[in-house]
């Protein structure tokens, strides 16, 4: 029902923006139809990634690997992935429900969407040219640890 009103509520607003000014509104819709071409082949390859990934790893697998029953081992499996992987937020939110839904639990996604989105070892080069070697460590270290707490919070508030 959530995601009707808010359908409708963006529509109303489009209509209401063509009928103030068509040429913005046709220039807006143009560099969100740009964006969206630029954004989709990440997007669908993320997908085929997860679809792939989904399909080999079953419910009880994942479960195992990242799931409720498996504890602290299962935090640090998600908090190793987070940091390695680099995907976009846009992805790895709809990634952690599915995730959710084949079996992980609320600590391990949690830890692995923050880990996910503040700590880089990807990108930790990046950082250390232009942020300098102690800083970006200490950075990304701090982001780890918070991962976790951020993790025990909502093993209490959920748990």
């Known amino acids: 029902m959530f995601t009707i009103i808010l359908y409708v509520l963006a529509g109303g607003l489009l209509l209401l923006s063509f009928l103030k000014d068509k040429k913005k509104t046709k220039i807006a819709l143009m560099k969100a139809w740009k964006s969206f071409e630029n954004i989709l082949p990440q997007f669908l390859s993320i997908l085929i990634i997860i679809g792939i990934m989904l ?9 195992k690997l990242i ?23 846009f992805v790895a939110f709809p990634l952690a429900a599915a995730l959710l839904k084949s079996g992980a639990g609320f600590m391990q996604i949690a830890v692995f969407i923050s880990t996910l989105m503040m ?28 991962s ?12």
Do not use: H, W
Request: with cysteine; hydrophobic share 55%.
């Open 148 to 159: 976790f707490v951020v993790a025990l919070v909502i093993g209490v508030v959920l748990g």
């Open 67 to 89: 799931g409720q029953q498996s504890g602290c081992f299962g935090m640090v499996v998600a908090a190793i992935v987070g940091s390695i992987t680099l995907i976009p937020g």
């Open 55 to 63: 399909a080999v790893l079953s419910p009880d697998t994942i479960s």
């Open 119 to 146: 700590v880089g070892i990807v990108t930790i080069p990046l950082e250390i040219k232009y942020f300098g070697k102690k800083a970006a460590i200490l950075r990304n270290s701090l982001a780890f640890i918070f």
